[in-house]
Every structure is written in structure tokens, then in C-alpha cells.
């Protein structure tokens, strides 16, 4: 599945009532519940011992990545360009793969 498919489908799951304004509230608000709640996971898969299975991970990360799909769309934002700008950002920060020093230096800035 690509991201304009994703992005359209989840829209079609998501509150049409209320204002914008609240909805945009709610979805910004439920992509910090499930960032933290993937957070959670991890803190305790790392902190405390716990055995973490993959799937729960994964149902995390599905469920920020719907709020995320939420928030562009409240903005008509696209998010398959958003992607696409965003890698393309990270090529000038990053030209030959992640490194201390491109990080520090940040060409992109």
C-alpha cells in the first residue's frame, strides 16, 4: 500500500463531526497518546526486562501513523509528498548515510 492510499483510506475511519479546529485537537492529541504509548513499550521492553512482542510494536506504530495520516489530512497536507520532502531533507543533512559530523554541521539548516 502506498501513503496516498493509506492517507485515504484512514480518512474515510476518522470523526467527521465537530469543528475542525477540535478535530485537529483530537488527532494531534492522539498522535502524542500513541507516540507515548510506543514509548511505554519500549521503556519497558529496555528498562524492565518485559518481553515486548513484535506485534505490539507494530500496532503502535500503525496506530501513529493513522494519527499522523489524521493530522495531514485536517491540513490538507499530502502525506506522500510530506515523506518525499522529508527524505529529501535528511539526503542534504545526510549525503552519505548518517554521520556525527553531518549531524553537528546540519547543511540543511
Given at each position: 500500500m502506498n501513503l496516498a492510499d493509506y492517507q485515504r483510506l484512514a480518512a474515510l475511519t476518522a470523526r467527521q463531526d465537530g469543528s475542525v479546529s477540535q478535530r485537529r485537537l483530537v488527532a494531534a492529541l492522539?498522535?502524542?497518546?500513541?507516540?507515548?504509548?510506543?514509548?511505554?513499550?519500549?521503556?519497558?521492553?529496555?528498562?524492565?526486562?518485559h518481553a515486548?512482542?513484535?506485534?505490539?510494536?507494530?500496532?503502535?506504530?500503525g496506530d501513529t501513523l493513522w494519527y499522523v495520516a489524521a493530522v495531514a489530512t485536517l491540513y490538507d497536507l499530502d502525506l506522500a509528498q510530506i515523506a518525499e520532502a522529508n527524505i529529501e531533507k535528511l539526503r542534504q543533512r545526510y549525503p552519505d548515510g548518517f554521520s556525527r559530523a553531518d549531524s553537528i554541521a546540519r547543511r540543511d539548516v
Open positions: 492522539g498522535l502524542n497518546g500513541e507516540a507515548g504509548e510506543l514509548g511505554e513499550l519500549i521503556k519497558k521492553e529496555i528498562g524492565h526486562g515486548i512482542p513484535r506485534e505490539a510494536i507494530a500496532k503502535e506504530l
